[in-house]
């Protein structure tokens, strides 16, 4: 199982980027993703989950702002980050799980059995 995540980079307060994360090695259809990130000095933070029907949930402090997807048919996962803040500079990672779904934690990194290498967002004011 190989998650390889690609479309970082630095823009300025209030501009876009996606990022993206192509999967191989398993039926990626059937499993559940997430995008983390971590910023220098602190934990890994969970910031939007889709399960393989494509429901998703999101953390607070991206609502509205972030949109996670995915192309079955190109095995890729997609995070679409607008309205971008110096606060969502981090290195983004995005995590599988052999699960359809997480129930009661999907934003929690322990739930997650595969991940990424990472790309890093850096955001300017």
């Known amino acids: 199982v190989q998650l390889v995540e690609s479309g970082g980079g630095s823009v300025q307060a209030g501009g876009s980027l996606n990022v993206s994360c192509v999967v191989s090695g398993y039926n990626y259809r059937h499993y559940c993703m997430g995008w983390f990130r971590q910023a220098p000095g602190k934990g890994r933070e969970g910031v939007a989950y889709?399960?393989?029907?494509?429901?998703?949930t999101y953390a607070d402090s991206v609502k509205g702002r972030f949109t996670i997807s995915k192309d079955n048919a190109k095995n890729t996962l997609y995070l679409q980050m607008d309205s971008l803040k110096p606060e969502d500079t981090a290195m983004y990672y995005c995590?599988?799980?052999?699960?359809?779904?997480?129930?009661?934690?999907?934003?929690?990194?322990?739930?997650?059995?595969?991940w990424g290498q990472g790309t890093q967002v850096t955001v300017s004011s």
């Open positions: 995590a599988a799980d052999s699960r359809p779904l997480i129930a009661n934690f999907p934003l929690r990194a322990r739930e997650y059995t595969y």
């Open positions: 889709i399960a393989s029907d494509g429901s998703t």
